[in-house]
């Protein structure tokens, strides 16, 4: 994953848009991971959702070129 790429994306709070929303998925993060990533979303001025949304993307598309 290309970190420097991922950042600029969750930066420009433009992650790719969804055209219908569909499902929400209960994470179990645990409270030290859940605190870190709301201590970066706070930093950084971005929703954690933006975040894990990105990242999700990111390793999806990786991924898929792979196969």
């Known amino acids: 994953m290309e970190i420097k790429k991922i950042d600029d994306i969750i930066k420009s709070h ?11 998925m209960g994470l179990c993060l645990g409270e030290e991971l859940h605190t870190r990533l709301k201590h970066f ?4 001025k971005v929703k954690m959702s933006v975040i894990i949304k990105t990242l ?5 598309d990786e991924k898929e070129v792979g196969e």
């Open 14 to 24: 433009q992650p790719k848009p969804c055209t219908k929303q569909v499902g929400v």
């Open 41 to 44: 979303a706070y930093v950084n």
């Open 56 to 60: 999700l993307i990111t390793y999806l």
